[in-house]
């Protein structure tokens, strides 16, 4: 926490806390110290909604590799459902 | 030094003190039993919160004899875990330096306007706490010792100053106003061994009355015991540097 690296992305989803489901709005991701994972840096991810009180959220600290990893995992699962035709995305 | 026939005892807290601006934040003191008189250290909480490891810390040096004091820095933004609370002030860019040092002056106020003080006191932090505590010592004129522990970013560059934090702090050092004490691992990344060596050259060459200890072994809060970085040979070396310096600053 003294890098103070954070960048925040908006979110529309649902992440799963201590009290169950809550709808998110941001993801904060951070390059700092973590609480748990046993580096001195990870890359820190925290889904949260504001809006709900600071126990909305739900964490993960990860190896820089694990981060990149996982950044590569999601954008391949996004190109292989949006190439297909049968797949739509949308609001029940 | 305790030996054990020796009474102990301490009381120990949560206050409320008006901090910066009048407002009322939470405050964890500890303090010896009897009327003292007792030396003060304002501690300042890490950027990771309010937390466990702090409170055994003040606790610590209510043990040797301390009147201690530790303001909640966040009292006004949140609460909730302090893991949960740490992780919003980290998103939010941290606190602003002006709101800590004015909570950080209440702090020493209030321990030096009790009746079992020895009218002298101390301010100590850790990460980002050690940047708060040099900056205390610049920027504030209450206080006759100040430590430092691996304080990150204390050498800020230009892309790295925010509305928050608008002056790197090592600009103050000509305004450093009591002796300082330094504990740093060499294996840490933030202060790096250099920004430790920039920080050392500025306080001689302003004639700065400084101590620095550097831990060839220890990397980032090697006195976290509750973590991996702990560095056992390291922390208990640095806590007899502490306290050595407290005593002889403080009393």
């Known amino acids: 926490m003294c890098t ?19 709808p998110l709005k941001n993801a904060n991701v951070s390059y700092d110290h973590p609480f748990s994972a046993p580096w ?14 600071v126990g909305a959220r739900v964490a993960v600290e990860l190896s820089p590799e694990s981060a990149k990893s996982l950044a590569d995992s999601i954008i ?4 292989r459902g949006e190439a297909d035709p049968q797949i739509q995305i949308s609001v029940l | 030094m305790y030996t054990t026939e020796q009474y102990e ?11 910066h601006n009048g407002d009322e934040i939470h405050t964890y003191f500890a303090r010896p039993q ?13 950027l990771p919160g309010w937390d466990e490891i702090y409170r055994d810390f003040t606790r610590k040096l209510a043990h040797h004899g301390y009147l201690a004091i530790s303001p909640d820095l966040y009292c006004r933004d949140a609460h909730g875990t302090p893991e949960d609370v740490a992780s919003a002030i980290r998103a939010d ?37 050690g940047r708060h ?9 209450v206080f006759d010792a100040v430590i430092e522990c691996w304080g990150g970013n204390v050498i800020m560059s230009q892309d790295q100053l925010t509305e928050k934090q608008p002056v790197s702090p090592n600009e103050y050092t000509n305004d450093l106003n009591a002796p300082i004490l330094g504990l740093f691992g060499d294996l840490d990344q933030s202060p790096t061994k250099e920004q430790v060596d920039q920080h050392e050259s500025e306080l001689k060459a302003a004639g700065k009355d400084y ?12 006195f976290y015991y509750h973590a991996p970085i702990y560095h056992q040979a390291s922390a208990v070396d640095g806590w007899e540097k502490m306290f050595d310096f407290l005593a002889r600053k403080l009393n």
Request: with cysteine; hydrophobic share 40%.
């Open chain 1, 4 to 22: 103070m690296i954070c960048e925040r992305a908006p979110m529309e989803g649902s992440a799963k806390g201590r009290d169950g489901w809550f």
């Open chain 1, 40 to 53: 001195e840096y990870a890359v820190n991810i925290d889904f949260v909604n504001e809006d709900r009180g």
């Open chain 1, 76 to 79: 391949k699962a996004l190109e």
């Open chain 2, 9 to 19: 005892g301490m009381i120990a807290e949560t206050i409320t003190l008006k901090g």
């Open chain 2, 34 to 46: 009897g009327p003292g008189p007792f030396p003060a250290v304002v501690v300042i909480h890490h």
């Open chain 2, 93 to 129: 860019g941290g606190a602003p330096d002006d709101r800590v040092l004015g909570d950080v002056q209440a702090a020493a106020d209030y321990v030096l306007s009790l009746p079992s003080s020895n009218g002298k006191v101390g301010v100590w932090g850790t990460c980002s706490g």
């Open chain 2, 133 to 141: 505590a040099f900056l205390a010592g610049c920027k504030l004129t």
């Open chain 2, 211 to 222: 101590e620095f200890h550097r831990y060839p072994e220890a990397g980032h809060g090697f």
